[in-house]
Every structure is written in structure tokens, then in C-alpha cells.
């Protein structure tokens, strides 16, 4: 045999013993060059529980609106006074009162006038201020500001007529203050009025003759009439000052309007005052 032939001989099972050995390694190469993938989560370590998801805050249930009483067919029943939809009266008079001296000037009622600040009626005349309000009208003479006038009436035209007598006069309590309650009794030519004050107003709506003045200032009968559903009334207090008053129900039925509608004095112009009173579902 060649030398040749026997050293290929011999070398053979050496090539096929490395080839073993390159092939057993080969997958671990090849894995070893792979690209990294996603790793997986690490397991967390920490045993303490996770919070517990907060709670959306509970909603509060919609308020239940209130049923509206049902609509009257006239004034009749019972209603209680309605403050907020109401006319502040005392505002109302104050206002008029600044009004009405706005134009006095200089003259019969002004300043300088037989009536005014100046004059013999005035606020330094003999008629000034004294027991009786702010005189007619001043504010130092024996008729000037005392226990029924006030600190508004001195120099004011009008002792009478001022803010402060004018809303205290017993006669115009109930235009001013207004009752907290009222029921109407609708009769034959007739429409009783009565309130928690104890008071009982009688308007008549036939014409007939009134009974005279009662001493009790808690009944008093009043000649009325009907215009439509609106029933009006025109009176004169104690003081002599005349005055509408209307009571009209609104156009739901459901509120009933009373106007006062005062007319103009020598201290102020007229006023209009609105009270508003709702159904009371208490009473009917």
C-alpha cells in the first residue's frame, strides 16, 4: 500500500471524529446567536396585597319634585303669603315719599313756601316739630317730630304723610303688614275676608248701604264690585286717604294677586304695591 493511501486512511476517522464533535455543538452555537426575545415577567417578590380599586362616589337620588296643588277656579279657599314674590310696602311708601318732594321747590309746599321749611307751617314755624309727628309739616314747633313722628319727619313736608307715621298709623297697618294667612268665602252679593290677625273685611258687591264705622277695628264692611274675576274694592281709611284694592287670581290658578293702589298725598306720590299669597294645601 502507499504511503499516501495509508496516511488518508489514518486520518479519516479523526476528520469524522471532529465532524462529530462540530455537529454535537452546533445547536448551542446557533442557540447561543439568536436574537433575545421578550422576556418573561418577573415574578414580583412582594406579598403585600394590592389596594383594593377605589369606589366611584355614590350618586345622591334626584330630588322628587314637589306636586303642584291643583288650579282653583276663583279667589275662594285659603292662601298663605307668598314673602319673596311679594312688594316690600315700606320701601314702596319710602320711595314715593322721596319722589313727591322731589317737585315741591319753591313753592305753596316748598322750602320757602307758607308750607315749607320757612314758612308758618314749616319746620321753624309755630306748627313745627311737636308731639304729633313732623307737623304740618316742620320738625321744632309745638306739632314737630315726638312719639308719632321720628327722626325722618323733621324738616320733612308732611308729618302725616312721612315714612315712619304713615307706616305705623293703626289705619294703614294692614296695606303695610300684610296678613301671613287669608281665606275668601265667595256668598250672594258678598266675599268674606278673614286673616290670622283675627280680622274680617265684608266686601258687598250689590250696593247696599253700609253699617257706619265699627268701634271694633277687627270688622269693617266694604263696598265692592266685579270686574271679570277681579274683585275691587274703593275705601278710605281712618286718616281719610282713599285707596283701590284689587283680588285677582293668576292666570294658572294657582296664586291669588292682591294690588293696593294708593293715591298721591301732599308728601308723597301714589304707590302700587303687589302681595302674592299661594294655595295653602293645608286648608281649603
Not at 313753592?107 to 313756601?113: A, D, H, Q, R
Request: one cysteine or more; glycine letters at 14%.
Amino acid at each position: 500500500m502507499p504511503k499516501s493511501a495509508f496516511l488518508g486512511y489514518k486520518s479519516a476517522p479523526i476528520f469524522c471524529g471532529l465532524l462529530g464533535v462540530l455537529c454535537a455543538c452546533a445547536p448551542s452555537f446557533v442557540r447561543a446567536q439568536a436574537p433575545p426575545g421578550p422576556l418573561p415577567p418577573k415574578q414580583s417578590t412582594d406579598t403585600r396585597s394590592a389596594p383594593a380599586p377605589s369606589q366611584a362616589p355614590s350618586q345622591a337620588p334626584a330630588p322628587v319634585p314637589q306636586e303642584k296643588p291643583a288650579p282653583r277656579p276663583n279667589i275662594a279657599g285659603s292662601w298663605n303669603f307668598n314673602r319673596n314674590q311679594s312688594d316690600d310696602a315700606r320701601a314702596r311708601l319710602e320711595q314715593a315719599r322721596t319722589e313727591g318732594s322731589r317737585p315741591i321747590g319753591n313753592g305753596p309746599l316748598g322750602g320757602n313756601g307758607p308750607y315749607g321749611g320757612n314758612g308758618p307751617y314749616g319746620g321753624n314755624g309755630p306748627y313745627g316739630g311737636g308731639p304729633m309727628g313732623g307737623g304740618y309739616p316742620g320738625g321744632n314747633g309745638p306739632y314737630g317730630g315726638g312719639p308719632y313722628g321720628g327722626p325722618s319727619n323733621r324738616g320733612n313736608p308732611g308729618g302725616y304723610g312721612s315714612e315712619t307715621s304713615e307706616t305705623q298709623s293703626p289705619a294703614m297697618r294692614e296695606y303695610v303688614y300684610p296678613a301671613a294667612e287669608v281665606t275668601f268665602i265667595l256668598k250672594d252679593s258678598e266675599a268674606d275676608l278673614t286673616d290670622d290677625a283675627a280680622r274680617k273685611r265684608v266686601f258687598y258687591t250689590d250696593g247696599r248701604k253700609l253699617q257706619k264705622q265699627s268701634k271694633d277695628d277687627n270688622y269693617r264692611e266694604i263696598s265692592a264690585h266685579w270686574e271679570g274675576n277681579r274683585l275691587i274694592s274703593d275705601e278710605k281709611t281712618a286718616n281719610g286717604e282713599h285707596l283701590r284694592r284689587t283680588f285677582e287670581l293668576s292666570s294658572d290658578g294657582r296664586q291669588l294677586n292682591e294690588d293696593i293702589d294708593l293715591d298721591a298725598t301732599r308728601s308723597r306720590s301714589a304707590v302700587s304695591i303687589r302681595y302674592v299669597y299661594d294655595i295653602n294645601t293645608n286648608r281649603q
